[in-house]
T-cell receptor, first 107, second 112 residues
Framework: GQNIDQPTEMTATEGAIVQINCTYQ??????LFWYQQHAGEAPTFLSY????GLEEKGRFSSFLSRSKGYSYLLLKELQMKDSASYLC????????FGAGTTVTVRA | DAEITQSPRHKITETGRQVTLACHQT?????MFWYRQDLGHGLRLIHY???????NKGEVSDGYSVSRSNTEDLPLTLESAASSQTSVYFC???????????FGQGTRLTVV
């Protein structure tokens, strides 16, 4: 099975940086995904890590350490539209999700 | 453009009734998944399929069933709806292997 932990809520100021941590214990691993979900909408793909290290995509970066069972999502230059839930998911071909982290961006 | 669609978007049903939620994708993806999302639990996997005639149980499969007769569709059936099955249901699909999954817009089901 999968055990995936991430903080429930985080609050940050517009223009700031926020780091969302995710730890996991899994029986199988083919990669780690991050999804964004705005209230009332479907999750949308943000990033994918299968090897250790940092993947950067514009204002969003994701890091993976397979030996530590650890990932983080870094959101830079926060904007109001970044207020959403961020879901960490581990793949063993099917995706298992953490409970999600709700990020609130304040002006 | 390829897409994944769910129907209905909202449904209210009575306890004990059989309910089927539809999921249709035009990505030609092999993998299809059904999740439910409840406050405090995130997305939990109900059933999944890796291809036609293949179905597998997820972590919360009791009271649900699926069938995969073609590539495009994976309907989810609640055999006898219970109030505990009130939730938002998401269907997703992905290509073969650990690739990103695309989600439908969700179905909000209320069992009264």
């Amino acid at each position: 099975g999968q055990n995936i932990d991430q903080p429930t809520e985080m609050t940050a100021t517009e223009g700031a940086i926020v780091q969302i941590n995710c730890t996991y214990q899994t029986s199988g691993f083919n990669g780690l995904f991050w999804y964004q979900q705005h209230a009332g909408e479907a999750p949308t793909f943000l990033s994918y890590n299968v090897l250790d290290g940092l993947e950067e995509k514009g204002r969003f970066s994701s890091f993976l350490s397979r030996s530590k069972g650890y990932s983080y999502l870094l959101l830079k230059e926060l904007q109001m539209k970044d207020s959403a839930s961020y879901l960490c998911a581990v793949s063993d071909y099917k995706l298992s999700f953490g409970a999600g982290t709700t990020v609130t961006v304040r002006a | 453009d390829a897409e994944i669609t769910q129907s209905p978007r909202h449904k209210i049903t009575e306890t004990g009734r059989q309910v089927t939620l539809a999921c249709h994708q035009t990505w030609n993806h092999n993998n299809m998944f059904w999740y439910r999302q409840d406050l405090g639990h995130g997305l939990r996997l109900i059933h999944y399929s890796y291809g036609v005639q293949d179905t597998n149980k997820g972590e919360v499969s009791d009271g649900y069933s699926v069938s995969r007769s073609n590539t495009e569709d994976l309907p989810l059936t609640l055999e006898s709806a219970a109030s505990s099955q009130t939730s938002v249901y998401f269907c997703a699909s992905s290509a073969r292997g650990p690739t990103e999954a695309f989600f439908g817009q969700g179905t909000r089901l209320t069992v009264v």
